[in-house]
């Protein structure tokens, strides 16, 4: 039987933090502010937060710290690709942990969220206590051919793949991430608001195995579908042009840092042996392979295995503070 997430609880704080001339972040707090410090980072590119993300926590133990990224969610301007890319989103956290006199913090987070955090830790391995990350995924060419190319999620769901690449010229199906980055940064409104829907679609279709088949009007937030759209396919489109290993290749900086890894056994957004590499190469990490569970966040156990290693960790760090 699952566990149910940690009770609902209010942020005690919110605010817009300019991070630059152009951008301000959403940033709230809830919880304990003198528990241990944790950063939530949600996924995407572009999803936003959601008050969910609050109740992995023992609002006890933790003090909570969740943000919209840049660009996206209740952070302004959304949707924003000006001046929005990974290290502008690594520099943010920095801004976050310095603003807020954090002096260590964990680091979670879920899907897209997990290369944003290792990403950090990468560049700033001393501000780390811990991570807890749920569904690896590392930018890397062969996680994007499998989600977006004929060859890889498609032979799983050949319905739903016909559907997302029919939006496209005939040109572009044999390119579905060149082909949206040119619907979605059209000067038509409707063909951007299909398009950013049909995108959303399609990676929602893949994310759960408990669910029963959704359609399009699931898609409530039309605003979340277009940040999701716009920011995912402008950082996609960037990888596809840099060396994907770059997470890998540096993982040393971060292998001595305790981590918990949580993936679906059946999750088709992100592959299981992506997150099977990195444990084996992260000296420090435990790799808790879900057997039941697909990508969602919100599946039942993939809620009991975070909250689980949420109330883990707790008792790690408080162990570590008594010595």
Known sequence: MSRILFPKISPFSQEWLAVDDHHQLYVEQSGNINGTPVVYLHGGPGAGCSENYRRYFDPEKYRIILFDQRGCGRSKPSPSIEQNSLAHLVNDIEHIRQHLSIDK???????????????????????????????????TQPEL????????????????????????????????????????????????????????????????????????????????????????????????????????????????LPAILLHGRYDMVCQLDVAYQLAEQWQNAQLQILPCAGHSGFESQTIDAFCKATDTMAAFLDEQKQR
């Open 105 to 139: 913090m964990l680091l979670c987070g879920g899907s897209w969220g997990t290369t944003l955090a290792i990403a950090y830790g990468i560049a700033h391995p001393s501000k780390i206590l811990a991570f807890i990350l749920r569904g690896i995924f590392l930018g």
């Open 145 to 256: 051919d499998w989600l977006y190319q004929a060859n890889g999620a498609a032979k799983f769901f050949p319905e739903y793949y016909q559907e997302f690449v029919d939006l496209l010229p005939e040109e572009y199906r044999a390119n579905p991430l060149a082909g949206y980055q040119q619907l979605l940064a059209s000067d038509n409104e409707l063909a951007v608001a299909a398009a950013s829907k049909a995108w959303y679609f399609w990676e929602l279709r893949l994310s759960s195995i408990e669910h029963h088949p959704i359609d399009k009007s699931h898609i409530s937030d039309q605003h979340q579908a277009l940040c999701m759209a716009i920011i995912s396919a402008h950082f996609f489109a960037q990888f596809s042009q840099t060396p994907g290993q770059y997470l890998l290749d540096s993982i040393d900086r971060i292998k001595h």
